[in-house]
């Protein structure tokens, strides 16, 4: 029997190893839809785009593997280019398939025809349009290459309907033609290794910095050895938390603007920084003329473009982050360093009294007991707001994938789906959703999803009436004029989550702890509308336009 278009695209999937795709349909995506019935892949049925390439981000996310989001053409692939960005920031590698009107009619404005490549240009790594059946395997092979190789990212194929539905009759496997970035290789890397361990070990002060790079190049454990090996003190970015386990208390915490002050300041002093697996993004650096003013800066990321970008590096080198770690390892002494280690001692201690005294303990605390009963194991995925800060701070995440969250782009609303895609990658790991009523609201329609499937997601809706970070700001830096971040009381989350077929209950912050173990126990997904006071603030917090040393602890003087 001849095969189709739709029936390669299958095949080439299944060898790509994909399992999963996270969809929803439209007539020109229903020849991939029917063949994939008698395929062994599984499609999952999402209530919006958006939602389908944020469950392939979390999939991806959560098991490093590459998600697979589809769509129709039109309004099915502009509904995706919010999760197409997310992923982008984060780095998530991501296949996008969106179906295309026929070939003929391209260009001519036709029923549900958008240009979705020239749209996604600036938020993928790179997209094709299939034009011919032949091109099919290549092309998605290369898809794929592309997207998890190097720095991975999302790429869109974009299909038109009669290439799919074409006979196709080769039988030739082309091999990807995508020529990979040269990265730095063997002579260079190790003189760059060596001047960089020479500088390391000279430091009085120094600091490693972690990016989320590092659980993407795999290289967690040889950072993390590195690190004991050193004795050296380290602070992540927002995507770098968790990638290294440190039970010596060299974990500083991640920089920027929800920072933690002892990061911040650390970075602040320090005499040299190796920074691994970080574009220096706005998020970790705050003002930057002002970051890590006393700094040598030593870069190593795969991506070239990631070098220089927003921090000017004293040494930069492009290589795989894991076998560059490997190399520099042996070269670094053990030091004590006793002066610089008590400095930070003696101001982790001045910071933990500070913290005592403002009301983030209860957020805290709760967090931290839902971890205590999921379970170590557990991924917490966070939203974006107050929800995300307290999350971040608060989920002692020990292993890479264990924290979820859109870090570069801060897309309200991913924690939904995303937790579903993990769900479906790690069904073995309790994933347990923290957000707040405004991004819980933005992809509200994912609980049906989540009901359809019985996914055991456990979602935390904090609940305090208002877009939390937004009334902070307005709070501190507009004198308190609020306006446009009430979300008022009329809607009955508990209710709309039962109304969805979702065990749900609310609770205050205080009686909240009990509650886990009934969330806990339900062997199917639950919701907890968790009540917060809408004063409870995340702090300190760096003011618009401030340095990483001018955290604050309440309205600026
Ligand atoms: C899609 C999107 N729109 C707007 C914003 C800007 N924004 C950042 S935080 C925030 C408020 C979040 O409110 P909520 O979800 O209730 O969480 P809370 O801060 O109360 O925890 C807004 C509107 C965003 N990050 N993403």
């Known amino acids: 029997m001849n095969k189709t278009g739709a029936d390669i695209i299958l095949e080439t999937l299944a060898r790509e190893g994909v399992e999963v795709v996270f969809g929803y349909p439209g007539t020109n995506c229903l020849p991939i839809l029917d063949r994939m019935s008698d395929s062994p892949i599984k499609h999952y049925l999402v209530r919006h785009e958006q939602a389908a390439a944020h469950a392939a981000d979390g999939y991806a996310r959560a098991t490093g593997k590459t998600g697979v989001c589809l769509s129709t053409s039109g309004p099915g692939a502009t509904n995706m280019v919010t999760g197409i960005a997310t992923a982008y ?47 099919i395997e ?98 992540t970015t927002m995507m770098g938390i968790g990638s290294v386990h440190s039970p010596n208390g060299f974990n500083l915490g991640f920089i920027g603007t929800h920072g933690s002050e002892l990061a911040n300041r650390a970075v602040h002093q320090a005499d040299f920084i190796l920074a691994v697996g970080t574009r220096f993004s706005d998020r970790s650096t705050s003002k930057i003329e002002q970051f890590a003013p006393l700094a040598t800066i030593a870069q190593i990321d795969i991506d070239a473009t990631s070098i220089g970008k927003n921090i000017k590096s004293d040494i930069a080198l492009v290589a795989d982050i894991a076998e560059a770690v490997r190399g520099l390892t042996p070269l670094i002494e053990k030091k004590q360093r006793s002066a610089w ?43 974006v707001g107050l929800n995300q800060i307290w999350t971040l701070r608060s989920w002692r995440s020990n292993t890479p994938r264990g924290l979820l969250t859109s870090g570069g782009m801060g897309t309200m609303g991913f924690s939904l789906p995303a937790a579903m895609g993990a769900t479906v990658g790690s069904p073995d790991r309790a994933v347990i959703v923290f957000t707040g009523d405004g991004g819980f609201f933005m992809n509200i329609q994912e609980l049906a999803t989540i009901s359809y499937y019985n996914l055991p997601v ?100």
């Open 89 to 135: 920031m984060d780095s998530t590698p991501l296949v996008a398939l969106t179906a295309q009107v026929t070939s003929d009619l391209l260009g001519s404005d036709a029923f549900q025809e958008t240009d979705i490549i020239g749209i996604t240009m600036p938020i993928t790594k790179h997209s094709f349009l299939i034009s011919r059946v032949e091109k």
């Open 458 to 557: 456990k979602v935390i809706v904090f609940n305090n009436g208002h877009l939390g970070m937004i009334r902070q700001f307005q709070d501190l830096f507009y004198d308190a004029r609020f306006n446009a971040c009430k979300l008022g009381d009329k809607a009955d989350i508990t209710a709309i989550g039962q109304g969805f077929g979702i065990p749900s209950e609310k609770v205050t912050l205080a009686d909240a702890i009990t509650a886990i173990e009934r969330m806990k126990q339900a062997a199917g997904p639950y919701l907890l509308e968790v009540f917060v006071d809408p004063d409870n603030y995340v702090y300190p917090i760096i003011p618009p336009g401030g340095s990483n040393i001018e955290m604050i602890y309440g309205r600026p003087k």
């Open 341 to 383: 280690m008590d400095r930070i001692a003696t101001e982790r201690a001045q910071i933990e009294e500070k913290h005592l005294s403002n009301g983030f303990g209860q957020v805290a605390s709760f967090i931290g007991a839902v971890q205590g009963i999921m379970g170590e194991d557990a991924i917490a995925v966070a939203d």
């Open 138 to 235: 290549s092309k998605l092979q290369e898809a794929f290459e592309i997207a998890r190789s190097g720095r991975p990212g999302p790429v869109v194929v974009d299909l038109p309907i009669d290439v799919v539905t074409a006979q196709y009759e080769g039988t030739v496997k082309k091999k990807p033609t995508f020529a990979k970035k040269k990265a730095a290789r063997g002579r260079e890397i190790e003189t760059k290794v060596r001047e960089i361990a020479r500088r390391l070990n000279e430091a009085e002060r120094p600091i490693i910095m972690i990016g989320g790079g590092i659980k993407l190049a795999d290289a967690c454990m040889p950072v993390s050895e590195l690190i004991e090996k050193g004795r050296l003190p380290f602070v």
